[in-house]
């Protein structure tokens, strides 16, 4: 590639309260139209809109987890367009003061921040479902739902400092990761309450002016991100190469021909004619409120504590994919303190097998899981001090509160107990038996080696460790040697 890539994003995150932005109407993502619509946010004439604090708290949740400069004092503008599942023909957003600027989100796979432009409040819009074409222009006609309508919307800008498809990603996933660690918001892309709209352009390599950008529009898969990020660095360093210029516009994509198209230049762009809004107080927030609100550590803090605790990558998505068994993890490592046999690698290990089983076949009940039991148990399985094969089956109840581990575990006769003079005897005698392999393992044959513990291990089932078995058959065999 003779060209830099540079990436800008811009994210919409659709906030879980329990009412709309403006109004008193649910906020619900449900399949009854206009179930939770009202003069508001139908923008009828002479209603009126009242900030909603439960937005502004999740808000600044975001930004402070954002690590964004919060203002105390900010306000709403109108930003004018006319589309019919906007019924006021405006749009409550902020221009020129919003609620949070700056701001960075740490990108650790890449050892760098992203930062950001600024970070504000708005409504989000109706939806249109169009009868017989694919837009109003071509549609039969058109249907409305407003349930969406005046829900809490939060947009979030980055500055253009990214710099590959794998970086947009990363982002994207840390970002919704965070919002959905605050309980803020569901950030499913799949149901729209997490977009993303992706600006980008190509520079020659090392040049410190920016190219001229494209804006690839209603981004809503991951996998839409990928393919039409890449679209576009193909199809811009292929006009460059051949001398032409890029124009500013805004193109979407298409799924069908898997590439993206023009939607409008930067003629035609819209002139928003932004004004403030006079039917709502700035709004002022106290520097006591911000810091009264408390945050958790964020997917990013949790992402730089694992690569210290030399967990790799996969092993990291893993946990961070699942807040509550993430939860878990931290739980169970602070219990392991002192436990020689239990590590971050070894409980990683369990959750990913034994535990996702059960967790996937809902057999996990929260409140009963007893912590210690699990720490005991990983402590058995990595010691091999206990039948693992059978012991699996009864592993819902093991990890039950009310269950004493050593006492179950012998009645059931799991633990292994050694018996170091069985051990002896049956070694010998299956060395005696099996004078090919002693063969083959003294000319080298590692293999022979397993198959002389394995013998072994059968008349021994439950009365040694694999460990133990192979570690004396080396050393008989070693004594050969030396004789
Ligand atoms: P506009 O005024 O056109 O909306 P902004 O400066 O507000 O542009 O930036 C919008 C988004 O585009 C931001 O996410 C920003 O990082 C990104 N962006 C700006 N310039 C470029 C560029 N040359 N290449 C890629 N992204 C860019
Ligand atoms: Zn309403
Ligand atoms: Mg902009």
Not at 417 to 441: C, F, G, M, T, W
């Amino acid at each position: 590639m003779k060209y830099d890539i540079v990436i800008g994003l811009e994210v919409h995150i659709e906030l879980s309260t329990e009412k709309k932005l403006f109004c008193g109407c649910k906020n619900e993502f449900t399949h009854e139209p206009n179930k939770n619509v009202c003069p508001v946010c139908l923008g009828l004439p002479g209603s009126l809109p009242v900030i909603n604090e439960q937005a502004i708290e999740y808000f600044v949740k975001l930004a402070k987890a954002l690590e964004c400069e919060i203002s105390n004092f900010s306000k709403f503008d109108r930003k004018h367009y006319f589309y019919p599942d906007m019924p006021k023909n405006y749009q409550i957003s902020q221009y020129d003061l919003p609620l949070a600027k700056g701001g960075k989100l740490l990108l650790p796979n890449f050892n760098k921040y992203v930062f950001l432009k600024r970070i504000h409040l708005e409504e989000d819009t109706g939806k249109s479902i169009h009868i017989g074409g694919d837009n109003l222009k071509e549609a039969k006609y058109t249907l409305l739902n407003y349930n969406r309508a005046g829900v809490p919307l939060v947009e979030i800008v980055t500055e253009p400092v990214i710099y590959s498809v794998e970086e947009a990603i990363e982002f994207l996933e840390l970002l919704r990761l965070t919002a959905l660690y605050l309980g803020i918001s569901d950030v499913k892309m799949e149901e729209g309450s997490l977009r993303c709209d992706a600006n980008i352009s190509l520079k020659p390599k090392n040049s410190n002016q920016l190219g001229t950008k494209v804006e690839i529009k209603n981004i809503n898969s991951f996998k839409f991100l990928a393919k039409a990020l890449n679209y576009e660095i193909e199809r811009q360093s292929q006009l460059l190469d051949k001398g032409i210029e890029i124009i500013q516009e805004t193109r979407g994509w298409d799924e069908k021909t898997q590439s993206t198209y023009s939607m409008r230049t930067k003629e035609e762009a819209h002139d928003y004619r932004y004004f403030p809004e006079p039917d709502l107080l700035p709004l002022k927030i106290s520097q006591q409120y911000i810091q009264a609100i408390q945050i958790p550590l964020t997917p990013s803090q949790y992402y730089q504590k694992y690569i210290s605790l030399n967990l790799n990558e996969e092993e990291i998505m893993f946990l961070l994919e699942n807040q509550q068994i993430n939860n878990l993890f931290n739980n169970l490592l602070e219990y392991t303190k002192g436990n020689t046999n239990v590590n971050a690698k070894s409980i990683v290990k369990f959750l990913k097998t034994d535990f996702a089983y059960l967790y996937n076949n809902n057999q996990i009940k929260w409140e009963e899981i007893k912590i210690n039991n699990i720490i005991n148990y990983i402590s058995l399985v990595e010691n091999k001090s206990i039948d693992v094969l059978n012991t699996k089956k009864y592993l819902p109840e093991i990890l039950h509160k009310e269950m004493n581990l050593t006492e179950f575990l012998k009645s059931k006769n799991l633990i292994i107990e050694e018996d170091h003079n069985l051990i002896e005897k049956l070694i010998d005698e299956v060395i005696s038996r099996n004078p090919q392999a002693v063969e083959d393992y003294l000319n080298g044959k590692e293999k022979a080696l397993g198959f002389l513990v394995g013998q072994a291990m059968k008349e021994l089932k439950g009365k040694a460790k694999p460990n133990t078995v192979s570690e004396l058959i080396v050393n008989k065999l070693q004594a050969f040697i030396k004789n």
